[in-house]
């Protein structure tokens, strides 16, 4: 019996000092050990569908556009187009990107590197305001919001650009029983230029949108053909391709394109 406890003592101390071996590999007030940070991306680019139409529709301006800057912007650059009520999932998908050192907060320093574009249509331009408010507390800059025939939600405002948003636009029309936002304003014009509240007509310039369901083009038109414009969606794509390219990272672009519609 003195052998078995002797032998039992043994294990037991053997134990405790094998559990007391990482603590004894560095001083007990260093820093806690962080994994290596990653590069992150150039810019992040995110828009969102409106209605109940899916984040890969290649039917829907939203989609077409996120494709097309995927194509032309730095190979780096994060693209991404979510449902309107996935607001959640892509503020989590940019705090993750921003969050260079996995550590779980945004420092200074991370923050300071965020080169974040938004765009959405429908409730898809609202769901861009409600992030943008999302990033401002958590103290992330944006560059910039485009709302896209912006229609909110009972419980939603869509009209206030935060103060974290340096240039926001607005584009709607008028036609239908759904219509955009007219009119959107900054939280603060001393950090936010409201490049324009641009409408657009189009019972004088019709668009063909071939995809769309009879209930579209008897119902809602103008709301249809704002979602399928070529014409805009192009605009909106070089405007957001001229704040991606390292010229307009070094000088501020103070209005949109001179094609844009009159406001």
């Keep these: 019996m003195r052998r078995v406890s002797a032998f039992r003592a043994l294990i037991v101390s053997l134990m405790v000092l094998a559990a007391s071996l990482p603590a004894l590999s560095r001083p007990v007030d260093a820093p806690p050990l962080r994994p290596k940070a990653d590069a992150p991306p150039s810019n992040i680019v995110i828009g969102f569908v409106g209605g109940f139409v899916g984040h890969d529709n290649p039917h829907h301006g939203p ?15 994060y693209v991404r187009v979510f449902e309107n009520r996935r607001r959640k999932q892509a503020f989590d998908s940019v705090v993750r990107l921003l969050d260079t050192n996995h550590d779980g907060v945004l420092s200074a320093q ?14 898809g331009a609202a769901a861009v305001v409600l992030l943008a408010r999302d990033l401002r507390r958590e103290g ?12 909110a939600k009972a419980w939603q405002n869509d009209s206030v650009i935060p103060d974290n948003v340096a240039e926001a636009v607005n584009f709607y029309q008028t036609q239908g029983i759904v219509h955009g936002r007219p009119q959107i304003t900054a939280a603060d014009p001393a950090k936010t230029e409201i490049l324009g509240n641009y409408r657009i007509d189009y019972k004088k310039d019709p668009v063909d949108c071939p995809q769309a369901s009879w209930a579209d083009r008897f119902f809602t038109p103008g709301h249809m053909q704002s979602e399928c414009d070529p014409n805009l ?4 794509e070089n405007m957001v391709k001229q704040r991606l390219s390292p010229q307009a990272a070094s000088a501020a672009i103070s209005a949109p394109d001179s094609s844009l519609p009159s406001r």
């Design 63 to 77: 989609v077409q556009l996120a494709q097309q800057i995927q194509r032309t912007v730095p190979q780096d650059t």
């Design 110 to 123: 991370e923050r300071a590197r965020a080169r974040i574009i938004l765009f959405g249509h429908s409730w």
């Design 140 to 151: 992330v800059p944006v560059l910039l919001t485009v709302q896209v025939d912006s229609v």
């Design 233 to 236: 969606w192009s605009k909106i």
